[in-house]
Nanobody, 116 residues
């Protein structure tokens, strides 16, 4: 089993920044295959940024140039630096770790609200 704990959400004005963190524990050997999803009210959960199984990074088009995913291999942690936040970035952000058979692990989520 893998446990994921997110932190760093909050309320920010448009144009502001937030940094999310996800700490993984349990049977985890690599941060490859870890990333961030978000779910806005009334919408489906979508991928925001992730490390692929090969270790490269992928971003949703809507956040390219504004969000940066980073990792701390020693601590099995991933971070999401979010700059120039927009109201449409509002949602619950979830940390995800891919697992065989589609049985991914998920954190409890952290709320990000972008509003003036």
């Amino acid at each position: 089993q893998v446990q994921l704990v997110e932190s760093g959400g909050g309320l920010v004005q448009p144009g502001g920044s937030l940094r999310l963190s996800c700490a993984a524990s349990g049977r985890i050997f690599s941060v490859h295959g870890m990333g961030w999803y978000r779910q806005a009210p009334g919408k489906q959960r979508e991928s925001v940024a992730a490390f692929t199984r090969g270790g490269s990074t992928v971003y949703a088009d809507s956040v390219k140039g504004r969000f940066t995913i980073s990792r701390d291999n020693a601590k099995f942690a991933v971070h999401l630096q979010m700059n120039d936040l927009k109201p449409e970035d509002t949602g619950v952000y979830y940390c995800n770790k891919e697992a065989p058979g589609g049985n991914d692990y998920w954190g409890q989520g952290t709320q990000v609200t972008v509003s003036s």
